[in-house]
Nanobody
């Protein structure tokens, strides 16, 4: 089992920045199986969508809507950051961290990001 805890959400004005953090913890076998970590988001009335992901080889991928504004990083194997710059009102959503370990996808509880003046 792997547990994911997100932090760093909040209220920010348009054009502002936030950094989301996700810490993974759990059993050693499960932790060593993590080959991918990423961030999804879900806005009210919309489906959950991929924001950014990073593999254990540090290959990254981004949604077109955040390319050039958001950066995903993985400073250590069990932590992932999402650096969000030039935030827009349409970035408002609950952001979820995910970790893929073997055949299982784990999810955090989500952290709210609200972009509003």
């Amino acid at each position: 089992q792997v547990q994911l805890v997100e932090s760093g959400g909040g209220l920010v004005q348009p054009g502002g920045s936030l950094r989301l953090s996700c810490l993974a913890s759990g059993s050693v076998p499960s932790m060593s199986d993590i080959y991918y970590m990423g961030w999804y988001r879900q806005a009210p009335g919309k489906q959950r969508e991929l924001v950014a992901g990073i593999t254990d080889a540090y290959t990254t991928a981004y949604a077109d809507s955040v390319e050039g504004r958001f950066t995903i990083s993985r400073p250590v194997e069990n932590m992932v950051y999402l650096h969000m710059n030039s935030l827009k009102p349409e970035d408002t959503a609950v952001y979820y961290c995910t970790a893929h370990a073997g055949p299982v996808n784990y999810w955090g509880q989500g952290t709210q990001v609200t972009v509003s003046s």
